[in-house]
């Protein structure tokens, strides 16, 4: 055997030996693709959360008894309706019945939508159309998915690994801050919480005590729910006295608050209808 084979034939061992001591471990701690290693995925996070200032109590809480749910990867990859056209998707989503609903909330809380505009200066069209696409006004905030564990899932797949992370940290902050406890933390399939469906970390960011309870209530506080929906989009960049059509600083706003392109239309059409365009 020549030298430099023999030195090949000598690393190889080494260099699989280096792969089973790493690989395995490192991916583990990562991501995965199936249920077999959120074990030690969720323990590596736990000391993650820790480092980055979440309290004992708020992990073992809020982490207590978590376990991966595949209903979660199932429905994360197969979003169809955000596939649809505009015209398809606008015409299953907005009717006669939501805009004339919208209307009602905006007769119902005047007083609560006016002072918001005031401080955030987003128009209350905006606001509601929001509010009526995420969830028919709180009517379809069934509350079935554990947001924890739908988090913990979605952090430990690898497909947005990142972005999940970061969310369910936030999630546990907000334990931490008492502004709900882990039995309250129930939404949807991706973490939402509440009747306009905020993620954890624009919660954080974003969420406000508009009811002077001393608490960010996102799913029982009409206020909280309409003021925080408000200082997001303030939070984005909106320009108070604007218009919001596509083209518009305020639109690029609302694209923040969703990635859809059928979305963003759709909210922006049904504000307009509100308003009586």
Request: glycine fraction near 10%.
């Amino acid at each position: 055997m020549k030298p430099n084979a023999l030195r090949l034939a000598s690393a190889i061992p080494l260099t699989l030996a280096a792969l089973m001591a790493f690989s395995p471990a490192t991916h583990a701690a990562t991501c995965g693709e199936a249920a077999g290693g959120f074990g030690p995925w969720l323990a590596a996070f736990k000391k993650r959360a820790a480092a980055q200032g979440v309290s004992q109590s708020a992990i073992s809480s809020g982490l207590a008894g978590v376990t991966y749910d595949p209903r979660v990867i199932r429905l994360d990859r197969n979003q169809k309706s955000f596939k649809l056209s505009f015209e398809q998707f606008y015409a299953r989503r907005v009717g006669s019945a939501l805009i004339n609903r919208g209307r009602a909330r905006m007769k119902a809380h005047r007083g609560t939508l006016d002072r918001m505009e005031r401080q955030f200066g987003v128009p209350a069209e905006v606001v509601i159309a929001i509010w009526g696409l995420e969830t028919n006004y709180g009517a379809d905030t069934s509350g079935k998915f554990s947001i924890i564990r739908s988090l913990a899932t979605l952090s430990y797949d690898c497909r947005r690994s990142a972005f999940f992370t970061g969310q369910l940290v936030d999630a546990l902050r907000i334990i931490d801050d008492a502004h709900m406890s882990p039995a309250e933390m129930r939404g949807g399939w991706a973490g939402e919480i509440g009747q306009t469906q905020f993620l954890p970390t624009p919660y954080v960011k974003y969420a406000v005590d508009y009811d002077g309870d001393g608490k960010k209530d996102l799913i029982h506080s009409i206020p909280d729910i309409l003021a925080s929906t408000a200082n997001f989009l303030k939070g984005h960049g909106w320009q108070a006295g604007q218009p919001w059509h596509p083209g518009t600083a305020n639109y690029n706003v609302i694209k923040d608050w969703n990635r859809a392109e059928v979305y963003q239309r759709t909210i922006s059409v049904m504000a307009t209808k509100l308003r009586g365009g």
